[in-house]
């Protein structure tokens, strides 16, 4: 995160993202500490992600899709990130925000990304609505269920290296 700070402080904009002219009414990014509530959500594999299982656990949450060009860059982290962070407990769920379910799974599939993935519908969105109008958005819950880390837009390979940190 040393390279997003040395950038803050110069005055640039630290983050890569894509504007979203279709997007709901822009919510905040949530505060480091403020409790994050968590969603059931039905993945693309078949399974579901369960809010209660998610209890007491690190959970990284992604939204991200498939036309977005910044997330092309930043989810192949994602997916190492889980790759060697689950077998310690990490907890992740991908949302995507293709308008077409199809186009979000055929990305999937074209590229091999395995992590836990659902659809943002209305019902996840009362829960858990994604605080940005810009994409890629990523959320770390910590054990206790607040936000520890809460980052819209790019975030470089350091970035997403350093979530390991909560785990």
């Known amino acids: 995160m040393l390279r997003r700070t040395l950038i803050k402080a110069l005055g640039a904009t630290p983050l890569l993202s894509v504007p979203l002219a279709h997007a709901a009414p822009q919510v905040p990014v949530p505060a480091i500490g403020a409790p994050l509530a968590l969603p059931d959500v039905p993945l693309f594999d078949g399974g579901h992600f369960r809010a209660a299982q998610a209890e007491g656990q690190v959970v990284l949450i992604y939204w991200w899709a498939s036309w977005c060009p910044y997330c092309a860059e930043q989810t192949p982290l994602m997916q190492k990130l889980w790759d060697e962070q689950r077998p310690r407990g990490l907890k992740m769920l ?44 990523t959320l770390v819950r910590g054990r206790d269920g607040r936000v520890v880390m809460a980052e819209k837009g790019q975030l470089f390979p350091e970035d997403v290296a350093q979530i390991a940190r909560f785990v």
């Open 94 to 137: 991908g949302l995507s925000i293709d308008k077409r379910e199809e186009d979000a799974r055929r990305y999937l599939a074209r590229r091999g990304y395995t992590f836990p993935t659902g659809i943002t519908t209305p019902a996840i969105d009362r829960v858990l609505p994604r605080p940005s109008k810009a994409l890629p958005m």
